[in-house]
Structure formats: structure tokens, C-alpha cells
């Protein structure tokens, strides 16, 4: 089966500039996850979705972040104003069930985004 | 919350077994323990998934005790290609609502050496 896709692979803005990062979970997944990787580190949950309505969004930065996944499928994170410390990776993910219920995580390559 | 604790990093030479191991503590009921392995460049990807006793699988061993504070991955006969970051994770968030995102602490670097 096709993967988790993600695009753009690598994206170069200035700050304050904004940014979109699209994702196709795998078909028929029906929870998906957007993950921030900073260099070194975890990734960390940013937003988690269950068909098209958000569970858990707890620690995505509201004033600047923003994710949707209309009808349920494909999803869109955006970034406005961008900063410095946005630096980082962005994985989707995609899982049939809620993560920690036995259901195994599929991420895509990720997003990968400079700051200037 | 549920959070875990592994080493920072940890070196072996090919053909040696590698055990790392992960202690949650808070580890909720319902909490499957996962780890994932992830290459530069890539995201994480699965390699296994436990709740309780000893899980086999064609790439690793997933040991954990009977009261779950811990768990142990083992990758036997390691060589040059599983030099990775490897993470544990186990469910975080309220039990009760069913809705439990996975968190990634820092995870384990392995460097194998030949």
C-alpha cells in the first residue's frame, strides 16, 4: 500500500513569511498526526486529528499554527507568521486507531523547514 | 502522564545483541509500550509493539516485566544499517477519554561500529 505522503520536502523562507505543508495519510486511516522534529530532539505532537475533527491540540502555538483535514482525509498545517525557532521537521502521520491503543504509527518523510 | 526515560546513546560492533532499555513508570492500564527507529532524514518507523511478557518479531525482542515499569528492545546480531535513533513510546493522555496520542522523549542514539 502507498505510504504517507508529504510535500514539500524542504522549504526556505524568511521570517514572518508563511508556510503550508500538505499530507495524504494512507487510505482509510482514520486519526492523523502532525509532528514537529527540531534537530537532536523527539518529535513532538503538534496536532492529532480523528476523521476531520481535532482530539488533541493542546500544544500547537494557536497564534501562529494552524492544521486542517477537510472531509476527513488530507491535511494542511500552516505556519503564519513563521520564526526562527519554527526551524524543524514536520511528520504526518497516520494510524487506523489512537495512538496507544495497539495501533502502530506510519510517518511519512517529512517536511523540512528553514527559517531565515 | 505517562513519560519515559532511556539513555542518551549507546555504542556496540556488529554482530553484538543491543538492549536498550526504557522505564514508564506512570504506564496506564490500557498503555501498549511501541518503539520506533528512525534513520536521518526519514521519519520514525515501527519495529515493535507490547503490552505485557515478550514479544518476537523477524527484526527484535520486546521484554517487559509483569509490572510494566519497564521494557527492554533487543536487536540481535546488530550490523552497520541499524545505527539509529530509537524511541519508546507508551499512550499519554486522560485514560478515560479513550484518546491517547503517542509522545517521543528523546530517544536512543546506537552507533554500530565494524
Known amino acids: 500500500e502507498a505510504g504517507v505522503a508529504q510535500s514539500p520536502r524542504y522549504k526556505i523562507i524568511e521570517k514572518r513569511q508563511s508556510v503550508a505543508f500538505w499530507c495524504n495519510p494512507i487510505s482509510g486511516h482514520a486519526t492523523l498526526y502532525w509532528y514537529q522534529q527540531i534537530l537532536g530532539q523527539g518529535p513532538k505532537l503538534l496536532i492529532q486529528?480523528?476523521?476531520?475533527?481535532?482530539?488533541?491540540d493542546s500544544q500547537l502555538p494557536k497564534d501562529r499554527f494552524s492544521a486542517e483535514r477537510l472531509k476527513g482525509v488530507d491535511s494542511t498545517l500552516k505556519i503564519q507568521p513563521a520564526k526562527l525557532e519554527d526551524s524543524a521537521v514536520y511528520l504526518c502521520?497516520?494510524?487506523?486507531?489512537?495512538?496507544?491503543?495497539?495501533?502502530?504509527?506510519?510517518f511519512g518523510e517529512g517536511s523540512r523547514l528553514t527559517v531565515l | 502522564l505517562a513519560k519515559t526515560t532511556q539513555p542518551i546513546s549507546m555504542d556496540s560492533y556488529e554482530g553484538q545483541e543491543v538492549n536498550i532499555t526504557c522505564s514508564h513508570n506512570n504506564i496506564a492500564t490500557n498503555d501498549y509500550i511501541t518503539w520506533y527507529q528512525q534513520f536521518p532524514s526519514q521519519g520514525p518507523r515501527f519495529i515493535i509493539q507490547?503490552?505485557?511478557t515478550k514479544v518476537t518479531n523477524e527484526v527484535a525482542s520486546l521484554f517487559i516485566p509483569a509490572d510494566r515499569k519497564s521494557s527492554t528492545l533487543s536487536l540481535p546480531r546488530v550490523s552497520l544499517s541499524d545505527t539509529a535513533v530509537y524511541y519508546c513510546?507508551?499512550?499519554?493522555?486522560?485514560?478515560?477519554?479513550?484518546?491517547?496520542?503517542?509522545?517521543f522523549g528523546s530517544g536512543t542514539r546506537l552507533q554500530v561500529q565494524p
Open positions: 513510546l507508551v499512550g499519554d493522555g486522560p485514560v478515560d477519554t479513550g484518546r491517547r496520542a503517542l509522545t
Open positions: 507490547g503490552y505485557k
Open positions: 486529528f480523528q476523521n476531520n475533527g481535532v482530539v488533541d
Open positions: 502521520a497516520s494510524t487506523r486507531r489512537p495512538g496507544g491503543m495497539s495501533g502502530e504509527l506510519f
